[in-house]
């Protein structure tokens, strides 16, 4: 902490805005106390455990040093952690500058965030509760196409060059009711973006180091689970060779997922993209794409998108993803376990995968090379194991493959690329597909 740096208390249930806030007995009463101030290298954001913040958000333009991060956490004895529900408050406006790499993803747009890091560096935000629920906004259907985006916490990065020393730690985010549509809105549990300056070459290109997100419990949120780095600078990574240099320029540095757990997340679970050498381990994604089906996504419009996987990486280059586990995606045009999708050198090893209605794992198309899926486990992965999708050069290596009598090894109408195999087992299960 530094000399000028404070510690700021907040309770629902016992403060007031008219306190100081410097003290458990002279605690703020609302998030806008914190809203409304210039925050300091090292101060402290404590919200009381049992308190609930309804129809509240955190936004913070503000930023901590290396030395002196500025942390939101919690307080007291109470058995629950402190809660933002921001039932579709916190509106902001989202516009990357640019169209994505589709013209069928929407690219701006207003956007409710629980909790937003808005151009901020060196913040710790933890143990904290987060939803966004919009079935209170009058008007709006869960399918519409047109629907709100919502985030638990998103992360944007805009006019102050790299920001780094980003933490995310021990988060509960559940029930955030964003648009199944909009795949690179800030949309979802966790979602981290980089838009374009507004004068790039008197700040540098925005973009991430030092990335952080670990402990977190993810569970109903719409669309994605977690996903970090979509960026407006996503035509200088066009391809399949990735040059290292684009990425120390143009993408994003020494990111870590670890640990956390995505549950029915209505698109896809966890997603590095545009980051060089990202680690993805010891995550879990349980029945996640559970809203890419005609009853929910219904009213897509023009927008394109719908495929969903558990735990992949999107250009990202030499991706280490290992000791994770993925059960029950939902069928889908994808609806795999893991995806080596486009992106150079994705390296998966020691994952565990069982009965994901798309299969294990896709090698997708042809910007997806020098993929290695190598000492991993499939158990009763349906619909076709592998889909190597015209890839050019997928290496399988002392893998094992627990399959259902029936099942086929490649899926159907996903074949057509060049795999090789090296020590792989295939083990039939002894139980026919209809029992």
Same mark, same amino acid.
């Given at each position: 902490?530094?000399?000028?740096?404070?510690?700021?208390?907040?309770?629902?249930?016992?403060?007031?805005?008219?306190?100081?806030?410097?003290?458990?007995?002279?605690?703020?009463?609302?998030?806008?106390?914190?809203?409304?101030?210039?925050?300091?290298?090292?101060? $402290? @954001?404590?919200?009381?455990?049992?308190?609930?913040? %309804?129809?509240? #958000?955190?936004?913070?333009? *503000? /930023?901590? +040093?290396?030395?002196?991060?500025?942390?939101?956490?919690?307080?007291?004895?109470?058995?629950?952690?402190? $809660? @933002?529900?921001?039932?579709?408050?916190?509106?902001? %406006?989202?516009? #990357?500058?640019?169209?994505? *790499? /589709?013209? +069928?993803?929407?690219?701006?747009?207003?956007?409710?965030?629980?909790?937003?890091?808005?151009?901020?560096?060196? @913040?710790?935000?933890?143990?904290?509760?987060?939803?966004?629920?919009?079935?209170?906004?009058?008007?709006?259907?869960?399918?519409?196409?047109?629907?709100?985006?919502?985030?638990?916490?998103?992360?944007?990065?805009?006019?102050?060059?790299?920001?780094?020393?980003?933490?995310?730690?021990?988060?509960?985010?559940?029930?955030?009711?964003?648009?199944?549509?909009?795949?690179?809105?800030?949309?979802?549990?966790?979602?981290?973006?980089?838009?374009?300056?507004?004068?790039?070459?008197?700040?540098?290109?925005?973009?991430?180091?030092?990335?952080?997100?670990?402990?977190?419990?993810?569970?109903?949120?719409?669309?994605?689970?977690?996903?970090?780095?979509?960026?407006?600078?996503?035509?200088?990574?066009?391809?399949?060779?990735?040059?290292?240099?684009?990425?120390?320029?143009?993408?994003?540095?020494?990111?870590?997922?670890?640990?956390?757990?995505?549950?029915?997340?209505?698109?896809?679970?966890?997603?590095?993209?545009?980051?060089?050498?990202?680690?993805?381990?010891?995550?879990?994604?349980?029945?996640?794409?559970?809203?890419?089906?005609?009853?929910?996504?219904?009213?897509?419009?023009?927008?394109?998108?719908?495929?969903?996987?558990?735990?992949?990486?999107?250009?990202?280059?030499?991706?280490?993803?290992?000791?994770?586990?993925?059960?029950?995606?939902?069928?889908?045009?994808?609806?795999?376990?893991?995806?080596?999708?486009?992106?150079?050198?994705?390296?998966?090893?020691?994952?565990?995968?069982?009965?994901?209605?798309?299969?294990?794992?896709?090698?997708?198309?042809?910007?997806?090379?020098?993929?290695?899926?190598?000492?991993?486990?499939?158990?009763?992965?349906?619909?076709?194991?592998?889909?190597?999708?015209?890839?050019?050069?997928?290496?399988?290596?002392?893998?094992?493959?627990?399959?259902?009598?029936?099942?086929?090894?490649?899926?159907?109408?996903?074949?057509?690329?060049?795999?090789?195999?090296?020590?792989?087992?295939?083990?039939?299960?002894?139980?026919?597909?209809?029992?």
């Amino acid at each position: 902490m530094t000399s000028l740096s404070a510690t700021y208390y907040v309770s629902q249930r016992t403060g007031s805005d008219e306190n100081d806030g410097r003290t458990c007995s002279t605690a703020f009463a609302s998030l806008s106390a914190i809203n409304r101030r210039h925050l300091q290298p090292g101060d $402290r @954001i404590l919200l009381e455990r049992g308190s609930v913040f %309804y129809g509240q #958000y955190l936004h913070v333009t *503000d /930023s901590g +040093t290396q030395e002196a991060p500025i942390v939101i956490g919690a307080y007291g004895t109470a058995d629950a952690p402190p $809660r @933002i529900d921001a039932c579709g408050q916190g509106i902001w %406006y989202q516009d #990357y500058g640019t169209p994505l *790499d /589709s013209p +069928t993803h929407v690219y701006h747009g207003y956007v409710s965030s629980a909790v937003l890091l808005y151009d901020a560096e060196h @913040i710790v935000v933890e143990d904290l509760e987060i939803t966004n629920e919009g079935s209170r906004i009058l008007g709006e259907r869960y399918s519409l196409g047109e629907k709100m985006n919502r985030t638990g916490v998103a992360v944007v990065a805009k006019d102050k060059g790299v920001r780094s020393g980003i933490t995310l730690r021990n988060l509960w985010i559940h029930d955030v009711h964003g648009n199944v549509y909009d795949k690179h809105m800030n949309n979802g549990g966790i979602y981290m973006t980089a838009l374009r300056p507004e004068c790039e070459e008197r700040t540098g290109v925005a973009r991430y180091r030092d990335i952080v997100i670990e402990g977190c419990f993810v569970h109903r949120v719409s669309r994605w689970g977690i996903a970090a780095g979509y960026t407006y600078a996503h035509d200088k990574f066009r391809g399949a060779e990735l040059k290292e240099a684009v990425f120390l320029n143009y993408g994003h540095e020494n990111m870590q997922i670890r640990n956390n757990y995505v549950k029915e997340a209505g698109g896809d679970g966890i997603t590095p993209m545009y980051a060089l050498r990202p680690l993805v381990e010891h995550n879990m994604a349980d029945s996640v794409a559970c809203e890419i089906n005609d009853r929910i996504y219904c009213e897509p419009g023009d927008r394109m998108g719908k495929v969903a996987a558990g735990i992949w990486p999107w250009k990202c280059k030499d991706a280490l993803f290992r000791y994770n586990e993925v059960t029950d995606t939902r069928l889908n045009q994808d609806g795999m376990a893991y995806d080596a999708d486009s992106g150079d050198g994705t390296v998966y090893e020691s994952n565990y995968s069982r009965q994901n209605e798309g299969g294990c794992v896709m090698f997708c198309l042809q910007e997806a090379i020098h993929n290695t899926f190598r000492d991993n486990i499939s158990y009763d992965d349906l619909g076709g194991t592998i889909s190597p999708s015209e890839n050019p050069d997928a290496l399988l290596q002392d893998n094992v493959y627990y399959v259902r009598r029936g099942v086929p090894f490649v899926r159907k109408n996903m074949d057509g690329g060049n795999f090789t195999q090296v020590n792989d087992r295939v083990v039939e299960l002894d139980f026919a597909p209809d029992k």
